[in-house]
């Protein structure tokens, strides 16, 4: 009875109007009639509780109508909590919930997958095969074609938040997130569209904003200057607006080769600025995919000769493109891509327009100016508009407030195939520039991993528990 009117005296006290309190959920945000399940005796919790009340929950909690908090609520995660519900943290969630382990999926946007959503052109299609491109425990459809389209993809995520139940907190934008030493726990502070603040008290933290959350803006010298309209290639849809307009776009990247490609369809005049060396190999070889063709290879041969393999071949299907402006990276591109990260272009249709001159491929940028732009070779262009395919990094440097798993751009330190788990309960889904592939196979992990913790460590069995009284739920 002492325990349970501890408990009933913090729910009452938290039944105030005044938003300076702990929600309580059945699940996936813990009750506290399941509490218990978080501690292997009753006298832990009741000690827990104790030392808790002692500190006056300054730290953790406020159950009191005092303003000390800036208003914010409080919410105790039963389970881990999960950033970002585009692909990567979708996944891990479906794995989760394939072994009935609840979790909390934050979402900065108002829909699942927003990057794909919101922020890609309207012509994109899956670079890889579809085998390599699902999630965990859902093959793709199989009237699916072998490249699916942008919105054949997002209604297959959406598909497969509904089979899986997930159901993200939508518009809540992570400001932080930090391990507490004194409390052993994850501390994620979030700032919803409307104002109000939440702070996600947890003991696992999942962060899969991935890659590519914002858009890279280089600073260019005159771009301030410069007249026409200046978009990232986020923001950029199709090429129907651009019909007869003079475009620049800046980057030779996948994205910047596919927007030249859009625009030059759309008869717009495309000038693309290749400043560094890439490699641009075909999408298939001889009716197999290039990706499944490498795979395969590297089965049976060594990385280099896989590389030197795919260069031949490429050279015999597309020729020499250094003559067109392209020149080829040293190191091969497997190699490239294992050692740097740096994707290769993989060609739907690009190169045809180069060859025939209606994509004009130029050097870089010495400076922009009001209706023009000077390249590094003297030459000066008339330009109407200029798209940025000029890449994206992660974000997690902004929140997360950690640096012994995460370095400085905002990747895991510890490389591939190890870069997915850290200390304190700290996961990464989604960064090992190995894709949608990549995404999975972390995803698979990590819930593997948070199992074995949520099963061995907290003991977490099905028994019979008493009910409390008062529970609150918001759910």
């Not at 929950?57 to 919410?75: E, I, K, P």
């Not at 003991?203 to 600073?219: I, Y």
């Not at 130029?362 to 100016?369: H, N, Q, T």
Request: hydrophobic content about 40%; aromatic content about 12%.
């Amino acid at each position: 009875m002492e325990f349970q009117g501890i408990i009933d005296s913090y729910l009452v006290q938290s039944s105030n109007p005044h938003p300076h309190y702990i929600y309580i959920f059945p699940s996936p945000l813990i009750s506290f009639q399941r509490t218990q399940q978080h501690f292997q005796t009753y006298q832990n919790f009741k000690a827990a509780l104790v030392t808790l009340h002692s500190m006056k929950f300054q730290r953790m909690f406020s159950f009191s109508a005092q303003t000390d908090f800036c208003g914010r609520r409080c919410v105790w995660v039963n389970g881990p909590v999960i950033v970002g519900a585009g692909p990567s943290g979708l996944a891990v969630s479906a794995c989760l919930k394939e072994q009935c382990i609840p979790f909390v999926v934050i979402e900065r946007a108002d829909c699942i997958a927003s990057l794909w959503q919101k922020r890609t052109y309207d012509r994109l299609k899956l670079h890889l095969p579809k085998k390599f491109c699902q999630l965990p425990n859902l093959p793709f459809p199989e009237d699916y074609p072998e490249y699916p389209t942008k919105k054949q993809f997002i209604a297959y995520l959406e598909n497969y938040a509904q089979k899986f139940d997930i159901k993200p907190q939508f518009n809540e934008c992570v400001q932080s997130a930090k391990y507490d030493e004194a409390c052993k726990l994850w501390r994620v502070v979030t700032a919803s569209t409307s104002g109000s603040e939440t702070e996600y008290i947890c003991q696992m933290l999942v962060v899969a904003t991935g890659e590519n959350a914002e858009g890279v803006v280089p600073e260019i010298d005159g771009l301030e200057e410069f007249s026409g309209e200046v978009i990232h290639a986020k923001d950029y849809k199709s090429g129907q607006k651009y019909t007869g307009k003079k475009v620049l776009v800046v980057g030779c990247g996948n994205s910047g080769m596919e927007v030249s490609l859009d625009l030059s369809n759309h008869n717009a005049k495309p000038s693309m600025v290749v400043r560094s060396s890439v490699h641009v190999l075909p999408r298939e070889i001889m009716g197999k995919s290039t990706f499944d063709l490498a795979m395969m290879l590297m089965k049976w041969l060594p990385l280099w000769l896989v590389d030197m393999l795919l260069l031949m071949l490429t050279w015999f299907i597309l020729g020499n493109i250094q003559k067109y402006g392209i020149k080829r990276p040293s190191l091969g591109p497997l190699e490239l891509k294992n050692h740097h990260g740096k994707t290769p272009v993989l060609d739907i249709g690009a190169l045809e327009k180069i060859r025939s001159g209606e994509i004009k491929v130029v050097p870089g940028i010495k400076r922009f100016s009001y209706n023009s732009v000077e390249l590094v070779n003297g030459e000066t262009l008339d330009i109407d508009s200029v798209v940025l395919a000029t890449g994206y990094r992660s974000n997690v440097p902004f929140w997360l407030q950690e640096t012994e798993f995460f370095a400085k751009n905002g990747f895991p330190k510890t490389p591939f195939p190890n870069g997915w788990k850290g200390k304190r309960g700290l996961y990464a889904s989604g960064f090992t520039r190995r894709g949608l592939a990549g995404a999975s196979a972390d995803a698979v992990k990590i819930s593997q991993d948070i199992g074995k913790v949520w099963n061995e460590e907290f003991n977490h069995k099905k028994k019979k528990l008493h009910i409390l009284r008062r529970c609150i739920s918001t759910f």
